[in-house]
């Protein structure tokens, strides 16, 4: 049989900027470390808060984790917010949900300053009953959960009957899509210039800290001296926490439909694994993107019989598309379904173990690692920033 082809469709229609690799020493403020969604957003606004940064980047920019979304950007975590609750306590269950909302803020607030043509629209999220189950499963368990949302003061109510699938479930408003590749494409072309920096196709061998505070990275064979660290790539968090996370991947499929087929929303079931639905409108058609069927990455599943299940979901949910891609793409777990964001060592910073919500917790990440380096309070801290001492100590040997 023929190989598949996984180019993702935000590759095959959309273009990032190309940047040379690292050829000189350099001294700058602050060094990130990976060019995704957390770290092109932290070094614009690193830059624009007035420092000097170098993005650095093993690969292409944009690429990586980031470049095999599906850009659900939404504040609803694959952890149940009743969960939350009950784990957590009132205040810091809202704080979760109100730090995804705050990143979708902070994108917009992006789109609208630098006039990036990126698709970026407001749109209701669904999360709604399996469609592997009756229509009428799941009631009392959602209805639980859009009443906990409500009562936390979220645009949330419960639905009889979601649009379109039929089942029960809860809306909730607020929530966003975008087109990732254009939107970082738009950023990354302000971050390079005026004293900042980004580099392609530059592997960083090695992070030195020095006696005086100060840190030098090693890449084709030069050097950049900082004063700050931001580790902005999964590689490094997979290496330096290991035993705090797991890397699971996720399939995806997609083609084109009559535009209106499918409402312009975001919808994701309660299956395990769940599914997850949406449309990136273009001219002329919608292009309908499903996902799921995740496992961990260390077992061995056959990616064929992976696209093939979702392909039947999907045949029998929107039986007129023409699938036209297929990819898949990593998930980085942890043990509660919170992310690790925060210092892992005094100046290092890290962001890490987004699950679902790779796109706004990507988002938070940069604008908690903004605070940090200019030693500014962030609301988000004691939720998010949880490495312990001990662990904080092996990161920060392994990163030597």
């Known amino acids: 049989m023929p190989e598949i082809d996984t180019t993702p469709f935000w590759r095959d229609s959309a273009s990032t900027p190309h940047f040379g690799a690292l050829a000189r020493d350099l001294e700058v403020d602050v060094v990130?470390?990976?060019?995704?969604?957390?770290?092109?957003?932290?070094?614009?606004?690193?830059k624009r808060a007035g420092r000097r940064v170098a993005l650095i980047e093993r690969d292409r920019v944009a690429c990586a984790a980031s470049g095999h979304t599906t850009a659900h950007l939404t504040c609803v975590t694959d952890t149940r917010l009743t969960a939350l609750i009950r784990d957590l306590g009132v205040d810091h269950a809202?704080?979760?949900?109100?730090?995804?909302?705050?990143?979708?803020?902070?994108?917009?607030?992006?789109?609208?300053?630098?006039?990036?043509?990126?698709?970026?629209?407001?749109?209701?999220?669904?999360?709604?009953a399996s469609l592997d189950e009756p229509p009428d499963a799941e009631v009392d368990t959602l209805r639980h959960?859009?009443?906990?949302?409500?009562?936390?003061?979220?645009e949330a109510r419960y639905l009889d009957r979601v649009p379109y699938v039929d089942r029960p479930g809860m809306e909730i408003a607020g929530q966003a899509r975008i087109h990732p590749r254009k939107y970082l494409a738009g950023l990354l072309r302000k971050v390079d210039g005026d004293g900042c920096h980004v580099f392609e196709q530059s592997a960083v061998d090695a992070v030195e800290h020095h006696p005086d505070d100060s840190f030098s990275l090693k890449a084709n064979g030069h050097t950049i001296r900082c004063g700050y660290v931001v580790f902005a790539t999964h590689n490094s968090s997979v290496f330096m926490l290991r035993r705090e996370l797991a890397l699971y991947t996720s399939y995806v499929i997609g083609g084109p439909v009559h535009p209106g087929r499918v409402p312009d929303a975001l919808f994701w079931d309660t299956a395990e694994p769940y599914r997850y639905l949406r449309l990136e409108p273009h001219r002329g058609f919608d292009f309908v993107i499903f996902g799921g069927e995740d496992h961990p990455t260390a077992e061995a599943h056959n990616p064929r019989e992976c696209y093939a299940h979702l392909e039947a979901a999907l045949a029998h949910l929107v039986p007129d598309v023409e699938i036209t891609h297929h990819w898949s793409g990593p998930v980085i777990e942890t043990h509660d379904g919170l992310p690790f964001i925060g210092e892992i060592a005094p100046r290092q910073f890290m962001a890490t173990g987004f699950a679902g919500n790779g796109m706004t917790f990507g988002t938070l990440g940069a604008m908690m690692a903004t605070d940090a380096v200019l030693e500014r309070d962030n609301p988000w801290r004691e939720l998010f920033d949880r490495f312990t001492a001990a662990s904080a100590a092996r990161v920060s040997r392994a990163a030597r």
């Open 32 to 46: 990130v470390i990976g060019a995704g969604i957390t770290g092109i957003t932290a070094a614009y606004l690193l």
């Open 94 to 128: 809202r704080g979760v949900w109100d730090a995804g909302l705050a990143a979708i803020v902070q994108m917009a607030e992006h789109v609208r300053r630098e006039q990036i043509e990126c698709h970026f629209a407001h749109v209701p999220g669904y999360l709604h």
């Open 145 to 154: 959960e859009a009443q906990a949302a409500a009562e936390l003061g979220f």
